[in-house]
């Protein structure tokens, strides 16, 4: 090699070094909140006793080989976020007792979380499910972790300022209950206002105490889950859209990504300096149902892990139950286990959120990483 050619060489890997070195290009930690689509671990060391099948196989089976507290075979969505910044899986809160590091971020979420605050539905006779925290829970838990971070990080407001929130999703389970207890649409159109309202305020929250790049991100197609083709299923087929889903959930969850996206754009006028990415769950999720083949599913309704009807959905033999068994190759499934979506299909979300277009705008940071 000649020496110009060797200085050539060289001044392209310094600078190829460069745009991958982790500290100048990337995000410092991530910051996660939500219920179960986001969960990795708070509600199994909290209290499962709701759901104490998420401390069992098959839940865990892919990836990590044995439970972790994720509602799916494999990782979610933020795990994905979190492997594209060279970050380390994010550490469930209640797990930082235990002597986790929490500086390259930590995961609020709580598997069966509302929104709004548990007594809202007390109030109204709506049966809680899960789990009786809610987004105030989590945003306490932040705060105190806040001001552990900040006791030993040099410049607070800088490392704040490079991480990255990820607020949500979150409000699914407002309607879940209501919904699973025979609530209809247009009840729960009543209640969209005020859980974008509580999603909206605890952005703000956040904004407030250092945050500056937040994604805020939708619902997904409720009328496309397992669950609700289950018990909303009906023999009228003009119910359905030309993919199979419930139409009329479906634009239940087009009605609270709309009053959502409108909140933000105002949240955006109040805090200019932030900026706040709508991320679309709901588009990212659609593909796999519209063009099953091309993400190589074969079975985009029938969860992969359940006890039989139509769509291995049932609820006396849910998956983890005595009477349900999980399907051999969980990669040709998007629904895992009628409520929560297969580890392969939220990596196909996330790289539609990571690699557009369903971000808006799109994240400072690319990527560092393939996933
Ligand atoms: C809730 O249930 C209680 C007891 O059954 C009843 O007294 C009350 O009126 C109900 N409240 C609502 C809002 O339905
Ligand atoms: C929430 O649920 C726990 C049990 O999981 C219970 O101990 C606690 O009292 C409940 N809190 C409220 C405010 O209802
Ligand atoms: C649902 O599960 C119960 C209990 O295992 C079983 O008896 C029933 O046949 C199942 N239903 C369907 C439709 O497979």
Known sequence: MSIFMKSIFLIIACCFLRSVSPNSQTYNAIFSFGDSLADTGNFLILDSSAFPVIGKLPYGETFFKHPTGRCSNGRLIVDFFAEAYGLPLLPPYLALKKGVKAEHGVNFAIAGSTAIAAKYFYSKNITILWTNMSLTDQLGWFQ????????????????????LFIVGEIGGNDYNYPYFLGGSIKQLKALVPAVVETIIKATSVLIEEGAVELIVPGNLPIGCSAVYLTLFG??????????????????????????????????????????????????????????????????????????????NFNYSARC????????????????????????????????????????????????????
């Open 144 to 163: 105190e972790v806040k001001a552990k971070i900040c006791a030993t990080q040099k410049d607070c407001r800088e490392y704040l300022k490079q991480s």
């Open 320 to 371: 983890g139950h005595i009477g349900s068994k999980a399907c051999l190759d969980s990669s040709s499934f998007v629904n895992w286990d009628g409520m929560h979506l297969t580890e392969t299909a939220y990596h196909h979300i996330a790289k539609g959120l990571l690699n557009g277009p369903f971000t808006s705008p799109s994240l400072t940071f690319p990527p560092i990483k393939q996933i």
């Open 234 to 311: 009906t023999p009228n087929k003009a119910a359905y859209d030309n993919n199979g889903c419930l139409k009329s959930y479906n634009a239940f969850s087009k009605y609270h990504n709309a009053k959502l996206k409108l909140a933000i754009e105002s949240l955006r006028k109040e805090y200019p300096h932030a900026k706040i990415i709508y991320a679309d769950y709901y588009g990212a999720a659609e593909r796999l149902f519209h063009a099953p083949k091309h993400y190589g599913f074969s079975n985009i309704f029938v969860a992969c892990c359940g006890g039989g009807g139509p769509y």
